[in-house]
């Protein structure tokens, strides 16, 4: 946008001066030609990760730090996304910064991009490309290694036991990058402890409502339904829905009855953790807007920015947790 900006400034620029003293933006101002302007394609509100995710990137691209965002909520629809890119690409922004809802689809879009010389940086979940030159920097979480903590803690907590372990799986949304990195580290767990069984695998498309629906028609007719002993949820939002279900149908949750792990570990999930009703969370960093600032102001620099960055991420338990911990939180 400032290429565009800077040529016809500089024309209307001699035309004036010709003319007369030119037009000067009052002191202070920034003006359109100063900013560096982002246009950003979020995925939708569907997590109380992903209004995190949004108010980080809203706290970095202000004005006041040389910015102008333009900032698009896609409603949980690629086609919303893929029409914003182009969008931007009209626009002649500087930047794209993209949150995929999914990984698949993209190649044609971001050819596009790459054609009208815009750099596009994904954030959060990636997507799947032939050609990684599609995308300049890539800033999120390593799905896999989030699911390998939560497999890790299983395996502690049921060592040595024969019987068998009874893990309901609640998916997000499908093809998401954390979906397939979560789930893949239990199939492969599951693969590899022979008492381990996968009783039902449900879609809980990262939200409240969709698990509480899916879990409570699972639920009820479920015979034995003391015999549940993990359900594993895909982020905090499947958790509350997961725990709703279970505790409607009778089930106790906590470190003695149904063991509930999640990802993300929100305020709200690490406050059922510190009560004791979810067992495990799973950090996952929704905190990105500085780094994604810092691959921009890496390539304004004339440099090439890290093509993957990883935020680190931990994992919590009742044990871990205090009030004050949680209220130190920033999301
Ligand atoms: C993870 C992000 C996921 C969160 C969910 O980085 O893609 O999407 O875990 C969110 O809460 O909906
Ligand atoms: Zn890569």
Known sequence: MRRFFS????TLGLALSCACGGGRTPPGEPSNEDLIVVGM????????WRVANSESMKAVFTEENGYRLLFDVARQKQENQISAVRKFIQQQVDYIVLMPISESGWDSVLQEAKEAGIPVILVDRMVNVEDESLYAAHVGSDFRAEGGLAVAWMEETFQGAEDPVRVI????TPGSTAQLGRTAALEEAVEAHGNWELLAQL????????TYEVM???LSSLP????VDVVYCENDNIAFGALQA???QGCVCGEQGVRIITFDATRGALTECLRGKIALAVE??????PLVEEAIQTMEAGGTPEKHRYVEEQIFTSESLTEALIESREY
């Open 169 to 172: 799986h609640v998916q997000g």
């Open 246 to 248: 279970l505790e409607e």
């Open 216 to 218: 409570t028609e699972y």
């Open 203 to 210: 879609d809980g498309d990262f939200t409240q409502a969709k």
């Open 7 to 10: 040529i016809a400034l500089l």
């Open 41 to 48: 394609c979020q995925v939708g509100a569907e997590s109380d």
């Open 284 to 289: 996952c960093n929704p905190l990105l807007g």
């Open 224 to 227: 034995g339904k003391g015999d």
